[in-house]
């Protein structure tokens, strides 16, 4: 029996796909894909009877539906998410039921959007002396988060924080970073669309961004940032300082 593969179709430019997950879909005859945020052009080599459905459309159990008698039947099935899969890719409850059926899965790695908009701003989450973690989370909208896990309890930390599938609420979550103890000067960068032809960046703080987002009216399919490593203030590496020996290279003093 086929396996299915899960593959991360990327943030949407086409050739930030893998090689691997773009081999996969060429050769795949059933092809279910994220319609609402994978760009359809990475289904562009697709064979010409391969058959495409947008599970955007479909509920869990239609997805299964499709999935399941195609890889009995002998087909090759690739299940495409957005960005990486496992990243609020919902694949693990698509992996339970192909457990049940003794159907082996396999995932391919991709560019999860978070990567893409630090690209699109040319900024480095890890920057020594400002912060050496990333928060990836969300804002609790239609779907609740953990009760340790709400943004005030994270904002705490003043790691650098990628809040996804939260634009929509920008006042709230301001409104939150502040009573966690940011200041209203802390830099922060919404990308809207990271690597597709209409991207854009809005630069802020934490004072202007609710006022910028809806200005521009940006409600959905975009990154926040929020952090000092948007600024300008940072020590050098010691990974590249002269002075600093590594296992391959030696110090100068
Ligand atoms: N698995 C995906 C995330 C899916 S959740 C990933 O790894 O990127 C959907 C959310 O991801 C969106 O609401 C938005 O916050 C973010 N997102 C997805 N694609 C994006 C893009 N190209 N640019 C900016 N944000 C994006």
Redesign the pocket.
């Known amino acids: 029996m086929e396996k299915v593969f899960f593959i991360?179709a990327g943030?949407?430019d086409p050739e930030l796909i893998t090689i691997k997950g773009k081999k996969l879909i060429d050769q795949a005859d059933i092809i279910i894909f994220a319609g609402s945020?994978v760009n359809p052009d990475v289904l562009a080599g697709r064979k010409k009877d391969a058959v495409v459905y947008d599970s955007a459309y479909m509920n869990l159990d239609e997805v299964m539906d499709v999935m399941i008698p195609a890889v009995k039947a002998g087909k090759k099935v690739v299940r495409v998410?957005?960005?990486?899969?496992s990243?609020?890719?919902a694949i693990r409850e698509q992996m339970v039921r192909l457990d049940a059926e003794k159907i082996e899965y396999e995932v391919v790695p991709?560019v999860?959007?978070?990567c893409?908009?630090a690209a699109a701003v040319k900024k480095e989450f890890t920057l020594p002396s400002v912060s050496q973690t990333v928060i990836i989370t969300r804002m609790e909208g239609r779907t609740p988060v953990p009760p340790k896990e709400k943004l005030a309890g994270l904002a705490a930390h003043h790691a650098s924080m990628c809040i996804?599938?939260?634009?929509g609420f920008m006042d709230e979550l301001c409104t939150t970073l502040k009573e966690a103890g940011y200041e209203g000067d802390t830099p922060m960068a919404v990308?809207?669309?990271?690597?597709?032809p209409e991207q854009k960046i809005y630069y802020g703080t934490v004072d202007t961004m609710p006022q910028i987002v809806k200005e521009n009216n940006v409600t959905?399919?975009?990154?926040t940032m929020v952090g000092g490593f948007l600024g300008d203030e940072f020590e050098l590496s010691k990974l590249y300082d002269a002075h600093f020996t590594t296992e391959y290279r030696k110090g100068t003093d």
């Open positions: 991360g943030p949407g945020l998410h957005t960005g990486d899969p990243i609020y890719g991709g999860s959007s978070f893409a908009s996804f599938l939260s634009v990308v809207y669309k990271a690597s597709w959905k399919t975009a990154m």
